[in-house]
């Protein structure tokens, strides 16, 4: 006997939202498995939080249907609510609170007991490592435990659904990787998990599913293997020992493929796309060495969701988030 169909944790349809002349939804479909990561990438203004707001029903939509954890946000409001755990771009703690008073407050507003919520608060503490800091005021917190606070407080009544809007900006790297482990976990013990992301090596590590959004639209959909595979073909990047040599080093990578190498001004590092892979490695490097041109380290890689973003939307993302501007090359960055 065939086992009916599992129905998404999250979908959407059609979302559309205009604020003034600004269309900031235009046509939105998402939709995630349950007990999986959806990442929505996008620049800055691309309409992810617009999305958020609307699926956790703290704005209407103008236009198409959603639902979370099964329920119309529409229709039932209320019940996406008590089913939906929410983290936005900044920590919502009470900074005069502790870590324990803030959770225990959280359970509290949940309808927890006294003695529940207690006990609640410390699991959540130990869970996210914050038991040596329980009882210090949340504003001594370093801005990746304010982060674990306020996803914690989130999951006070253990919701099938979680929101994360943008949970790591401006957290520094132990920050950012302890916040990824939490996120795992969380994946590990069944929860769907909604990730809107200013860095896209966020959603390449994270998100099972990736949702690339652009003035408002879906622009491309898939795992992040599958979009890789859309950009095809492999990453050629070297740097030359003596900078006089990069011009003519160039000149010479320009043969290997159908756009010019991008320069990173930093560190010196040339990149270009090949779908030749090592012949075109071994080419490089011939034509390099029978001009005099000494190669200090050079790398083949496959291609990253910077690339991606770059191919379908003719622009690259810039290293603080920002959509740079058509033509000015760009290494490495998020989107937001």
Known sequence: MTSPPTRPAIRAEGLTKRFGKKQALNG????AAPGTVLGVLGPNGAGKTTAVRVLSTLLRPDGGRAWMAGHDVLAAPEAV??????????????????GRENLYLVA???????H???RRAGQLLSDFDLEDAADLPSKTYSGGMRRRLDLAGA????PPVVVLDEPTTGLDPRGRADTWQAVRSLVAEGTTVLLTTQYLEEADQLADAIVVIESGTVVARGSAAQLKA???GERLSLTVAEPRHRSTATEILATLGEHLPDLDQRTGRLTVATDHGARSLEYALSRLRLAGIVVQDVGLAPPTLDDVFLSLTGRPIAPDG???SPG?????????
């Not at 509290?108 to 006294?114: A, K, S």
């Not at 999951?155 to 253990?158: D, E, K, N, T, Y």
């Not at 000015?328 to 937001?336: I, L, S, T, Y």
């Open 28 to 31: 939105v479909d998402l939709e």
């Open 81 to 98: 609510r008590r089913d939906l755990g929410l983290s936005g771009q900044y920590a919502a703690v009470d900074e005069k609170l502790s």
């Open 108 to 114: 509290r507003l949940y309808g927890f007991g006294r």
């Open 116 to 118: 529940a919520a207690r």
């Open 155 to 158: 999951l006070v009544a253990r």
């Open 230 to 232: 859309r950009v095809g």
């Open 322 to 324: 920002a959509t740079a």
């Open 328 to 336: 000015v090359a760009v290494v490495g960055g998020g989107a937001r």
